[in-house]
């Protein structure tokens, strides 16, 4: 699997997650953020 398709996918996996937040959610670009920031330490 080439990278890009990984991140593809990470990233869909990413957007159901924060489709499935309850409200208030923080919007897509902080919850990518945050997810960023506990991921890659």
């Known amino acids: 699997m080439s990278s ?3 991140l593809e996918s990470e990233r869909r996996k990413l957007k159901m997650e924060w ?6 959610k923080p919007t897509w670009e902080e919850y990518k953020r945050l ?3 506990k991921t890659f330490k």
């Open 35 to 37: 997810k960023f920031k």
């Open 19 to 24: 489709e499935q937040l309850t409200n208030p």
């Open 4 to 6: 890009s398709a990984f």
